[in-house]
């Protein structure tokens, strides 16, 4: 009796044990990530997909990495908590797919954060301008960009934010292209501006500026949590503890659905 006994119990142990440690391996999220496969941003995407690689296997979520926004449909966004954009520009992407990420964002299945590339609005390689897209970042249309890069400084506006937790008041980019637009998405009443780089700590001093000009911010109008980041070009931003720590803020931030 004694023996049968043992033998139940290790079983109904084993059981259990099994269920916990189900539970403590499922994925807590999961990311779909946009990169584009070559082009003079893949450095930073290469750089981008080791450090998301790390932190998901810290922080237990995962990520599915794609190169083309060919497989975007309802369907397939449905499967993910968060949808980032590294360095993948916001046309040549097919109408099935527009339709599927303005649903994803406009009714909050998800949420979004773009780096960089995702603001080059306008017509470009013969694609026209996407107009909801311009709307979504402000109404912005790209204008010019600083070819030869600049060092500088971006200022953070508000720090009660959660994705500027433990992010310093004012913190140096070594080498970015600072991108200007048509006008200041600040002067659209959705967007809620973050952060802004300081152009006159530009190193080398340079003539193309925005005067004010936003590096970072959120459309509230949107149900998704939405974040945009501009810096985004090359890898050496994973070497600043600023930056990365926006970054993983912005992921646990944006992967939580809106109440």
């Known amino acids: 009796m004694m023996r049968l006994f043992q033998v139940l119990l290790f079983l109904c142990v084993s059981f259990f044990s099994s269920i916990v440690y189900a539970q403590a391996i499922k994925p807590r999220f999961k990311v779909l990530a946009i990169g584009e496969d070559g082009g003079h941003h893949i450095l930073h995407t290469r750089a981008a997909k080791i450090w998301l690689n790390k932190l998901a296997a810290d922080s237990n979520f995962t990520i599915d990495y794609y190169t083309s926004t060919r497989p975007i449909t309802k369907e397939f966004l449905g499967q993910y908590q968060l949808f980032i954009q590294i360095d993948y520009p916001p046309y040549s992407w097919s109408k099935e797919s527009e ?61 009660r934010h959660p994705v500027m937790a433990g992010v310093p008041a004012s913190f140096p980019i070594i080498r970015e292209e600072w991108y200007t637009y048509d006008k200041s998405p600040r002067l659209n009443k959705n967007i809620q501006v973050l952060a802004t780089v300081d152009e ?26 939405n974040l945009y980041i501009f810096m985004g070009h090359g890898p050496e931003l994973f070497e600043n503890p600023s930056y990365t720590t926006l970054y993983k803020n912005a992921i646990f931030w944006a992967a939580k659905k809106m109440k």
């Open 99 to 159: 339709d599927a990420f303005i649903e994803y964002i406009e009714q909050g299945k998800g949420g979004w954060i773009g780096f960089h590339h995702a603001t080059l609005l306008g017509t470009f390689d013969g694609f026209p301008l996407w107009q909801w897209f311009s709307s979504f970042m402000g109404g912005i249309q790209f204008k010019k960009y600083i070819p030869d890069f600049a060092a500088a400084t971006v200022n953070v506006e508000i720090n």
């Open 200 to 225: 006159n700590t530009y190193i080398p001093s340079r003539d193309i500026k925005m005067g004010d000009h936003p590096v970072i911010w959120t459309n509230t109008k949107m149900k998704a949590r």
